[in-house]
């Protein structure tokens, strides 16, 4: 029959390395930490980033009402 050969096994692939995330990096906040957005939100750690959006998502200190929050 035809289609029936069988072929040799491929080699296993090795598994990819675990990206590293934000906040696993050092220097993580670009040196970003000592500015005030806003004049309130002190950031603290990039939490993520959307790439396809130019997106970064922090979190931060509300310096006014002194809680954190996301940004």
């Known amino acids: ?22 906040a696993d990096q050092p220097d993580a906040t670009g040196g970003l930490t000592d500015a005030l957005l806003a ?7 990039l939490v993520g980033a959307d790439t396809a959006v130019a997106a970064t998502f922090w979190r931060a200190m509300d310096t006014v009402l002194q809680r954190e929050v996301g940004v």
Do not use: D, V
């Open 1 to 22: 029959m035809k289609g029936t050969e069988q072929r040799p096994a491929s080699p296993p692939r090795p598994s990819p390395e675990p990206r590293p995330t934000p």
């Open 39 to 45: 004049g309130r939100y002190q950031l603290l750690e």
